[in-house]
T-cell receptor
Framework: EDQVTQSPEALRLQEGESSSLNCSYT??????LFWYRQDPGKGPEFLFT???AGEEKEKERLKATLTKKESFLHITAPKPEDSATYLC????????????????FGKGTLLTVNP | DTEVTQTPKHLVMGMTNKKSLKCEQH?????MYWYKQKAKKPPELMFVYSYEKLSINESVPSRFSPECPNSSLLNLHLHALQPEDSALYLC?????????????FGPGTRLLVL
């Protein structure tokens, strides 16, 4: 069974204090790993898709990396507007017993950035 | 443009009411999804439509009835819901389900069942 574990559950930072969020996953064959940002009461906003170990992607203050067992979302010099829940999800390869449409989500990391 | 729209934004209904949620996308995506999300939990998949045909029903109770009238539109018909069905209902779309594809989510409909 595919599993995704995110840590920490909650993270409080001061503005400008860089840090990383972790997403550990267990899947027979990884087709893709996705990062989303979700504000309270809103739908998840797509951030990144990573396909293979060693891949990195950046967007403004965010950088996502991927290894064979985990992904990190690095936040550099965060601002209060970066406060949100960050969700990680994996999509398994169809021939591994999973269905290639299905996303397995972690429980998310609630990030709070204080001014 | 990666926009998925959902209406209404908020819905309050009694247990005997019939209501519908609407989702629309104009990205040419051929796969559309309904998710249910409870507070402080990740989204849970309910239904998947692929090329306007229902391909997956994740053992959802029959009081939820999905419909895909065309490739851009997805509805969720609600009837005789229970208070525990109160949640954020999310629609998502992707290019297809035949390959991995990023799913883009709408803003959601906040449903309260009294």
């Amino acid at each position: 069974e595919d599993q995704v574990t995110q840590s920490p559950e909650a993270l409080r930072l001061q503005e400008g204090e860089s840090s990383s969020l972790n997403c550990s996953y267990t899947v027979s064959g990884l087709r893709g790993l996705f990062w989303y940002r979700q504000d309270p009461g809103k739908g998840p906003e797509f951030l990144f898709t990573l396909y293979s170990a060693g891949e990195e992607k950046e967007k403004e203050r965010l950088k996502a990396t991927l290894t064979k067992k985990e992904s990190f979302l690095h936040i550099t010099a965060p601002k209060p507007e970066d406060s949100a829940t960050y969700l990680c999800a994996v999509q398994a390869e169809e021939n591994s017993g999973g269905s290639n449409y299905k996303l397995t989500f972690g429980k998310g990391t609630l990030l709070t950035v204080n001014p | 443009d990666t926009e998925v729209t959902q209406t209404p934004k908020h819905l309050v209904m009694g247990m005997t009411n019939k209501k519908s949620l609407k989702c629309e996308q104009h990205m040419g995506h051929r796969a559309m999804y309904w998710y249910k999300q409870k507070a402080k939990k990740p989204p849970e998949l309910m239904f998947v439509y692929s090329y306007e045909k229902l391909s997956i029903n994740e053992s959802v109770p029959s009081r939820f009835s999905p419909e895909c009238p065309n490739s851009s539109l997805l509805n969720l018909h609600l009837h005789a819901l229970q208070p525990e069905d109160s949640a954020l209902y999310l629609c998502a779309s992707s290019h297809s389900t035949s390959e991995w594809e990023t799913q883009y989510f709408g803003p959601g409909t906040r449903l309260l069942v009294l």
